[in-house]
């Protein structure tokens, strides 16, 4: 009998998603076996669209990969390279970051001893993003030489309470504002087969798109579960995210922007209004400052990307984009993101210099939890 190959691995929460965390010195060096390799634990590609034989839940929350390494950089602890695992294909997508997992990053790190931590208190893991090329700062809080992960910290969309996890993006848009505006306007004409329509063309934490909920006649407040039920919907959404990526110049054409599925993500926006979150909680329309409802891998998120939060309330601090105008007190700090699943806030350090406006840094609370460590198993 084959014995099945043993890996050393954790299964981890960081914020509203889950993922497998390896070290990079448990995989093989050779890019393509590597992938092939974290893909079939995955259970991918899957044509049931289940990941039945694999780690993976099934969507795009749930079918992520880690890689972890000890720094070479001085200025960072830890490298964190982040794939998304594509449910029913076999490309891995390693061309953004994963906001949410990042939260899990310097627990994971430090289960693993890759840095010194204080026994008590609070841990500072410097994070180097290796897929964007950023620097991140996570606040860890540590409790008898180990990481605390129980606590009172409610994330909406997390059933449970959690320890909570502050985590400061830093520079997430690089410097001056070609970078944050990558065709170097604020506003945008996306043109598809179909239609020409308004949009801002943001690079910040990953890059976004975002548009007008009126544009496309869409109930902002509309729960994921009836978004997702709309392919006509859907397929109108991906077609301006495939004009979005190649006026960013993410991809050459339509094909490498389709197959580039993880990033640019879209984002449709509106202002505050009333809704009922996934779990029955009832919010009027002055709990929070701006609506929005993001796609992740083709369908609507149960709740928001990090990264995607970073990128709206990067836009909707600066005047002149397409979200600013649905925020009444702008430059409100942190922002409060209306979500399928409630809200969430997210502070943003937007600056207007001669050369245009630029980020320091964006800050969110985020909880994470170790929820299986041992060994993940590969087929013969």
């Not at 965390?21 to 390799?37: G, H």
């Not at 970073?310 to 105008?325: D, K, Q, R, Y």
Request: with cysteine.
């Amino acid at each position: 009998m084959t014995r099945q190959r043993r890996i050393p691995a954790a299964w981890m929460r960081g914020g509203t998603s889950k993922g497998l965390f390896m070290l990079a010195r448990d995989l093989p060096a050779d890019d393509a076996t590597r992938d092939a390799l974290l893909a079939r634990l995955l259970g991918s590609p899957d044509p049931y669209g289940k990941q039945i034989d694999g780690l993976g839940g099934a969507t795009s929350s749930t079918s992520k990969v880690v890689i972890l390494a000890p720094s070479g950089r001085t200025d960072c602890d830890v490298d964190y390279l982040f794939g998304q695992v594509p449910v029913s294909g076999e490309r891995i997508d390693w061309s953004g970051n994963c906001g949410n997992l990042t939260a899990a990053v310097g627990p994971f790190a430090i289960s693993r001893g890759l840095l010194q931590t204080p026994a008590d208190g609070m841990a500072r893991v410097r994070i180097w993003q290796a897929n964007i090329g950023k620097r991140i700062l996570a606040q860890v809080p540590m409790q008898a030489g180990e990481v605390q992960e129980a606590g009172d910290f409610m994330l909406d969309g997390v059933a449970f309470p959690a320890a909570e996890i502050r985590l400061e993006f830093l520079d997430p848009a690089g410097s001056g504002a070609a970078e944050l505006f990558p065709t170097g306007r604020m506003r945008d004409s996306l043109q598809t087969a179909e239609e020409t329509v308004d949009a801002t063309l943001i690079s910040a934490g990953n890059p976004m798109i975002l548009i007008d909920a009126a544009t496309l006649g869409l109930d902002c407040s509309a729960p994921q579960t009836v978004l997702n039920t709309q392919p006509e919907l859907l397929a109108r959404c991906e077609r301006i995210r495939v004009a979005g990526a190649l006026a960013m110049g993410l991809a050459a054409n339509a094909a490498e922007a389709k197959a580039r599925a993880h990033t640019p993500k879209l984002a449709v926006l509106d202002g505050p209004k009333a809704f009922r979150a996934a779990n029955g909680r009832e919010f009027a329309a002055d709990d929070t400052d701006l609506t929005c409802r993001v796609l992740s891998m083709g369908v609507f998120h149960h709740a928001i990307p990090g990264t995607a939060a970073i990128a709206i309330a990067a836009a909707a601090a600066i005047p002149g984009t397409l979200a600013s105008h649905h925020v009444c007190n702008q430059g409100t700090s942190p922002l409060r993101l209306a979500q399928p699943s409630g809200c969430t806030r997210v502070g943003v350090d937007a600056h207007q210099t001669e050369a245009g406006w630029t980020l320091g840094k964006a800050v969110m609370s985020r909880s994470a939890r170790m929820l299986m460590d041992g060994f993940a198993c590969l087929p013969g």
